[in-house]
């Protein structure tokens, strides 16, 4: 008997998956990873676009930032901080203002991301706002600089 009822909702499940997975359809979009390390620190953002996103704070796909540890780096949009910032695709060019602390003076500070991740993406820049440097992202895949000032900010722009 419980035999019969364990199978039984073996079998549902299956077909739940099964059925749900035969309706699923994906989202046209893209999204990448950029991780900021200095030390054994680091800190891992995500950012991108999506058909089903909206400009600001989205709060079915971006995820707060919880700041603390030797490294801190997130998106600011508004007065909100965050971890995973997904913009729509309407309106052109979008941007991800990047904040990197951190209170280790004097050591590197290194972002990394996959280039891999951009390839549905337009043209991906980033900008360091203190230097002027704008690294194309889809032709390399880190950027470093000396934490001398423990803030440094960034732009990031996606452009179609």
């Avoid at 709060?59 to 995973?84: H, N």
Wanted: aromatic share 8%.
């Amino acid at each position: 008997m419980w035999t019969n009822k364990i199978y039984a909702c073996l079998m549902i499940s299956l077909l739940a998956a099964a059925f749900g997975a035969s309706i699923a359809h994906a989202v046209p979009g893209w999204e990448a990873s950029m991780t900021a390390t200095i030390s054994t620190a680091e800190n891992k953002l995500v950012f991108g676009q999506r058909a089903d996103a909206r400009d600001g704070l989205d709060a079915r796909l971006d995820v707060p930032a919880m700041l603390g540890g030797d490294i801190q780096a997130y998106f600011a949009e508004g007065s909100d901080t965050l971890w995973r910032d997904i913009k729509g695709f309407h309106g052109g060019t979008k941007s991800w203002d990047v904040r990197i602390t951190s209170a280790i003076k004097n050591k590197p500070v290194v972002l990394r991301w996959k280039p891999e991740e951009l390839r549905d993406a337009g043209t991906v820049t980033i900008k360091d706002t203190s230097t002027g440097t704008i690294v194309n992202m889809k032709e390399a895949s880190t950027y470093s600089y000396i934490n001398t000032t423990g803030t440094r900010d960034f732009t990031i722009e996606a452009a179609e």
